[in-house]
């Protein structure tokens, strides 16, 4: 039963590798279904590719204002067909996901609106954004756009009675959602939990823009919001669409009319799109946007296997390893500060990059309690690639992400254990 392969390169000790053996074949059936939504999502991008006559000439980049920059007009054309929308903005100057989605948000919303977030509380970098803790310079509450809220449920599921209700109750310009769980301990919407949504908007304020945050969930599904009811979706090219090789960027994908705006104030009302120069970029984000699918599948299978292989080993984890999965986010809670740190510094030995690196909690600016991460990474902070971290504070859960090929991050999860194992944090 023991696994040769693993054994040839790293030390795994013996009970850990034969649960190692038990777990792969635990994880068949979801690790089938999952290549089942990589091979749609593929032949999606390809056929993408195809409709848009992707070209070598394609992949020259511009220089200056970036004036009729044809391939960067296509890759656009080929990001709105991936993710089922009318249109579409993709580029490298999104510096990160949340200055897409404040792009996003800013281009469509204006003084006197109302947004109201139908998944509660939203992901920690969008609160200055939103200007929530009234805190940040410059936030859409500065620009006078109202934030609201509505709670999510005891199980952290939305409240779609009270959305309902709140939407009756007042005029919102735009409903807002987010589809990872983030760092929390909701668990993430499908999209099918997303199209329940839609729907629940559309029938009592049927004027309401919906956007979504979908950083994370992109081709986790073979279905994008946009295809059940979403105006606009914004994400991060360093997560899932980049594919592990775009170096940086953002894209905006929906209506074209409310594409149009985010273009507007991406660069200049009155310009928008027509400029932004590629530089050598545009390659890299075409191979992205290939290889996403296939890249989002590893992810999803490296995160499969790490619930399996904790559940087993008696930790609680987030989702469950047959849950059906909205993004490629694993919660692993292991219960103590030194499982965390062990967690944490056995991934990092496994990492392609800086595997030689011991992580250590730090007082991260923004965190009340030290935040420990583990982050081996070809580009700086991508999540898509193999990626761990957690606060030290009860219950000492790791979030992880990413895993570029499932061969290298199940070694990744595998050497975490056996961390723990060595410092006596799992009993075998
Ligand atoms: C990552 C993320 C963001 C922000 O992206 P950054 O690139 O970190 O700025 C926003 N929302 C969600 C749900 C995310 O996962």
Known sequence: ????????????????????????????????????????CQLKVLSAFIKNGVSEAAMAGSTGYGYDDRGREILERVMAQAMGAEDALMRHNFVSGTHTLTVAL????????????????????????????????????????????AELLPDGTPDIARIKEMLKADKYKMAYIQRSRGYSTRPSLTVDDIEKLCRAVREVSPDSIIMVDNCYGEFTEKKEPCEVGADIVAGSLIKNPGGGIAPTGGYIAGRHDLVEKCAARLTCPGVGREVGATLGHSRELYMGLFAAPHVVGEAMKTAVYAAALFENLGFEVSPK???????????????????????????????PVDSFVV??????????DPVIMAAGAFTLGASIELSADGPLRE??????????????????????????????????
């Open 1 to 40: 039963m023991e696994n040769s392969n693993i054994n040839s390169f790293f030390n795994i000790d013996k009970p850990l590798l034969e649960k190692d053996a038990l777990i792969l074949e635990k994880c068949r059936k979801r690790f089938s279904e999952i290549d089942d939504i990589t091979e749609y």
């Open 106 to 149: 800013f281009g469509i919303l204006r003084p006197g609106d109302k947004i109201l977030s139908l998944t509660g509380r939203p992901y920690d970098t969008i609160i200055g954004v939103f200007g929530i803790d009234g805190k940040s310079d410059g936030s859409l509450a500065d620009f006078g756009v109202e934030y609201r809220q």
């Open 321 to 351: 390893s047959d849950e059906k999965r909205g993004d490629i986010i694993q919660c692993v809670t292991l219960g103590t500060k030194e499982g965390l740190v062990a967690f944490c510094q056995g991934m990092q030995s496994g990492a």
């Open 359 to 368: 992580p250590e909690p730090w007082d991260m600016p923004g965190y009340d």
């Open 395 to 428: 219950p000492f859960a790791a979030w992880m992400q990413g895993g570029l090929n499932f061969h290298s991050a199940r070694a990744g999860v595998l050497l975490a254990a056996q961390k723990m194992l060595e410092k006596g944090e799992i009993l075998l």
